[in-house]
């Protein structure tokens, strides 16, 4: 694993740290696959845990291989251990729904938020989330919702709220959740010569309601493309 504190201070420093009292939501995503989102959301999660102190959830989008959870798992010499799985939610809402719904062994509707787990990593206060998909059942779909319920609740339980979407060529999840997010940052290879697709996503995000903050161009040692400008005007 490469070691990227200093391009994660760099970045918690351009976006400024949390207001005190004020839960910031951040969400993190690519237009394409591959450009390494994931590991830029949970090396920052790791970061702002870690170095600047600050209590952070990193939630975890692409619901139906959680990501998030199997690399830290793999690193956890690095990361911390994982603790034992917790509630997710702190008040019953969630982002997502389960159609169609399941009943619980009593007939009655299993909530969705119960499909979501929460787990401490090491002695940070961070948490990382896991979709349960082996609680699913026949042919259930999971959708996410277009709903600031979940993400208002868990303000207050975090300074930061990392969010790390599926890339735009697989989800519109990001679109979907962009208004109820405080800031979006876009990650682009540094290498990327092509600046149509983050460019198209990048007007679909600010279209559905989205505060692109900027982007983070993912090989720090790979001066930045001459189009960066150009695209944030």
Known sequence: MVNLNAEMAELWASLGAPAAGRARILQLVSARRGEGTSTIARELAFFAARQAGRAVWLVDLDLMTSPQYAAIGAESERYGLIGQPAQASPDGSIFFAVQPPAQGPDGAPWPDARYLAAHRVGAARWWVTRFRREALRGRQNVHILPSGDYWNALRKFADLIIVDCPSGDRS????????????????????????????????????????????????????QPPFARAFLR
Not at 180 to 202: I, K, N, S
Request: aromatic content about 6%; charged content about 20%; proline content about 4%.
């Open 172 to 223: 519109q999840a990001a679109a979907t959740v962009a208004p109820f997010m405080d800031q979006t940052v876009m990650v682009v290879a540094a290498d990327e010569e092509d600046v149509r697709a983050p460019a198209l996503m990048r007007d679909a995000l600010t279209g559905a309601g989205a505060d692109v903050a900027g982007l983070f161009f993912n090989r720090a040692t790979v001066e």
